[in-house]
Nanobody, 124 residues
Framework: QVQLVESGGGLVQAGGSLRLSCAASGRSFSSYAMAWFRQAPGKEREFVAGITWSRGNTYYADSVKGRFTISRDNGKNTVYLQMNSLKPEDTAVYYC?????????????????WGQGTQVTVSS
């Protein structure tokens, strides 16, 4: 059974940085695409960044491009989201997601597995 466990959220001032982790377990993820989504209060969940396990191809939402970096450690079965130059509008619950195929997609319905989420709050 696939399990995704996020960690690393917290409270940070605008301009600061956080690194989120997503520990994946339950099967081989070599053919998977992984992604981070986020959901702010009163808003729909939105795609943030994605990566393919095998080749490490990445894709970012325009709103985070140049500030966020997604990466993976195959040996640890962990996906990271390095978030720099954080803004108050980045405040949201961040979710890790997995889909058993590539390419990366921004459509949440195409991801089969989800973590429980981790809160990120950016104060102004």
């Amino acid at each position: 059974q696939v399990q995704l466990v996020e960690s690393g959220g917290g409270l940070v001032q605008a301009g600061g940085s956080l690194r989120l982790s997503c520990a994946a377990s339950g099967r081989s993820f070599s053919s998977y695409a992984m992604a981070w989504f986020r959901q702010a209060p009163g808003k729909e969940r939105e795609f943030v960044a994605g990566i393919t396990w095998s080749r490490g191809n990445t894709y970012y939402a325009d709103s985070v491009k140049g500030r966020f970096t997604i990466s993976r450690d195959n040996g640890k079965n962990t996906v990271y989201l390095q978030m720099n130059s954080l803004k108050p509008e980045d405040t949201a619950v961040y979710y890790c997601a997995a889909r058993p195929s590539v390419p990366i997609t921004t459509t949440e319905l195409r991801y089969d597995y989800w973590g429980q989420g981790t809160q990120v709050t950016v104060s102004s």
